[in-house]
């Protein structure tokens, strides 16, 4: 009987397993078989009137059923069906005539003789490189290798978007930061580290959020664009920038186990993001990196592959991946390959484009404050408690129900157990929410507070009335209750 491979971020829906396996000839009774086995799949992938979501592609071995019979597309036993949802979690750039490039010093000869001997590469390649520009949008996980391996391989001039600090929790993935680095902005820190390991690049620092307004501005002084980002206004408008300005855009994302990577670069022929994932996911319904966790070896393996692409695409050397999908499962360590199709509908890159220059992204991906709507400053302060002042209910003896939203593993770090806290984790929550008693207090709490604030909107639109949200989350119970609690 045919199987559909479940990715990971669905599978907490399906039994935790990775595969189903179904009944049925054609793509609709396949899925229609699997989500009768795994009803909670239903509403992650098909919306209200039964339509596959446009955040999530159906692929028959390595076709996009869109671009087949769509539903009726029809399988057999021995075909392999994967699920592809969006995940958040970075040919030929413009070739220069040879006598326009810069010539190599001799410390760079030297430096680059691995490269020069190459016939790939050679004299005339190393100058290319060192000619060429990359903007690289992001300095964490991917943006780390990827800083690195693009330094050390002589690309002339590296842009750096980043407006973070470093952190502890960074380090286990963002190699290109060290612990003396932490409280450091990760502009800072990367260019001291890209500087020693080659002081011949050039490096332009944005501290800053690449935003609509600056975006067209810092994308058009670069020749290839590397998306090294983990959410998705920012992809969006890496993707819609590099488009309508024809640079190439080497993606990458990656999640727990699962990475993904493409060259999108309509101006050669090939497809763009919005041509693969046209809408993105509402907010809550993909985990991040930051709730979901993240394999610190997984950004290595992927930003190295758009490291690659980069230098090939300057090169002008090899396939690049333009109109090919490239999926990486570490846990069973292998690679597939999906191909892409430009959609000739793709608002952004179609025959009939109708997004002409950038848009507010926030709202694009519906990203709203948090906060449920509030009328007056009591109100305001109403809907949420302070660590301090639920720390002082609790001393004083009120009987108050904490609810612990996020996932079991988090929860081993740190929890308010002593307190009697009780997990129900977000993607539960509106299956679990019954096991509560509307007549009691109820706190909930997650990491920071945005978790929970979904499920003060579950409770509240259950007829909940006694529940209040936990500011700040169990960061800031750490920092203003327990400083021996551990934070991550
Ligand atoms: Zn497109």
Partial sequence: MPKIAIPTALRRYANEQAAVTVEGTTIKEALASMTAQFPDLQKHLFDGEGKLRSFVNVYVNDEDIRYQQQDDTPISDNDDISI???????????????DALPDLSKDEIARYARHLIMPEVGMEGQRKLKAASILLIGTGGLGSPLGLYLAAAGIGRLGLVDF???DKSNLQRQIIHGTKDVGRPKIQ??????????????IDSYELALR???????V???????????????????????????????????????????????????PCYRCLYPEPPPPGLVPSCAEGGVLGILPGIIGVIQATEAVKLILGEGEPLIGRLLLFDALKMKFKELKLRKNPDCPLCGTNPTIKELIDYDQFCGI????PE?????????WEITPTQLKARLDKGDKITIVDVREINEWHISNLEDYGSTLIPLGEFQARHSELNPDDEIVVHCKMGGRSAKAYGILKNAGFTKI?????????WADEVDNSMAKY
């Fill in 368 to 371: 709203t404050p948090p906060a």
């Fill in 374 to 382: 509030v009328k007056t400053e009591a109100a305001a302060d109403s």
């Fill in 189 to 202: 820190s990367a260019k001291d580290r890209i500087g020693d390991v080659n002081p011949h690049v050039q």
């Fill in 164 to 166: 973070d600090v470093v």
């Fill in 84 to 98: 592809i949802p969006s995940i958040a979690g970075g040919s030929g750039a413009e070739s220069r005539a040879a």
């Fill in 468 to 476: 209040q949200n936990l500011k700040g989350g169990i960061l800031a």
């Fill in 220 to 270: 058009k002084e670069y020749d290839v664009i590397i998306d090294g980002t983990d959410n998705f206004q920012t992809r969006y408008l890496a993707n819609d920038a590099s488009v309508l300005l024809g640079k190439p855009n080497v993606y990458g994302s990656i999640f727990r186990f699962d990475g993904q990577a493409s060259v999108f670069h309509p101006a050669a022929g090939g």
């Fill in 212 to 218: 609509s307004e600056n975006a067209l501005d810092i």
